[in-house]
């Protein structure tokens, strides 16, 4: 069965730079979460997505956006890197059967800021 | 704000025991609870998921309930093998996020 996808799956960049991660939900899901989890911690919710459109917003730095283009791939847009930014970000698609919503996460991108 | 905490933080036990994972929220308005596994430097694997409306769910060796009410609850792992052995998180979903818990590691010692 096809899972969610996350590219790239590692990163290295330096400060002040900008780093793009894409996520591709499972065909057919509608919504999109976003997910940073620094070393040794629990993941943190960053942003969401319905049907394109904004859901709901957790903290994610304004140095942050992101979006969800038609065919509901999501790209996390990063600027002016920062240390504390190195982490694994995560993006799961949830779908909703039977009034159930289950999150399906993708594998992650390890992000390191140098 | 929601707040899942998850008790202990890190667990051993040697294989063949049968263990208890605790997950608590602060919040008892929740439309659901989920269990996730996490391998070192991996992603999340779904284990189990169990609905505000409904008291437990069970997969093969693992069986989930949920007390809304109290804000709690359990993971029981029977019979712990050493391919256990990871990072349990619960998460819940209140409004549009997903709030995680700490995490309980578990080593399982053959």
């Known amino acids: 069965a096809a899972g969610v996808i996350q590219s790239p799956r590692h990163l290295i960049k330096e400060k002040r730079e900008t780093a793009t991660l894409k996520c591709y939900p499972i065909p057919r899901h509608d919504t999109v979460y976003w997910y940073q989890q620094g070393p040794g911690q629990d993941p943190q919710f960053l942003i969401s997505?319905?049907?394109?459109?904004?859901?709901d917003k957790g903290s994610i730095p304004d140095r942050f956006s992101a979006q969800q283009f038609s065919d509901y791939h999501s790209e996390l847009n990063m600027s002016s890197l920062e240390l504390g930014d190195s982490a694994l970000y995560f993006c799961?698609?949830?779908?909703?059967?039977?009034?159930?919503?289950?999150?399906?996460f993708g594998p992650g991108t390890r992000l390191l800021v140098l | 704000k929601q707040e899942v905490t998850q008790i202990p933080a890190a667990l051993s036990v040697p294989e063949g025991e049968n263990l208890v994972l605790n997950c608590s929220f602060t919040?008892?308005?929740?439309?659901?609870l989920q269990w996730f596994r996490q391998d070192p430097g991996k992603g999340l694997t779904s284990l189990l998921l169990i609905q505000s409306s409904q008291r437990e769910q069970t997969s093969g060796r693992l069986n989930a309930s949920l007390d809304k009410s109290s804000g709690r609850s359990t993971l029981y792992i029977a019979a712990s093998q050493p391919g256990d052995s990871a990072t349990y998180l619960c998460?819940?979903?209140?409004?549009?996020?997903?709030?995680f818990g700490t995490g309980t590691s578990l080593t399982v010692i053959p």
């Open positions: 919040d008892s308005a929740i439309y659901n």
């Open positions: 799961a698609s949830t779908e909703l059967a039977g009034g159930q919503e289950t999150q399906y």
């Open positions: 997505f319905y049907e394109k459109m904004q859901s």
């Open positions: 998460a819940v979903k209140g409004g549009n996020q997903f709030y």
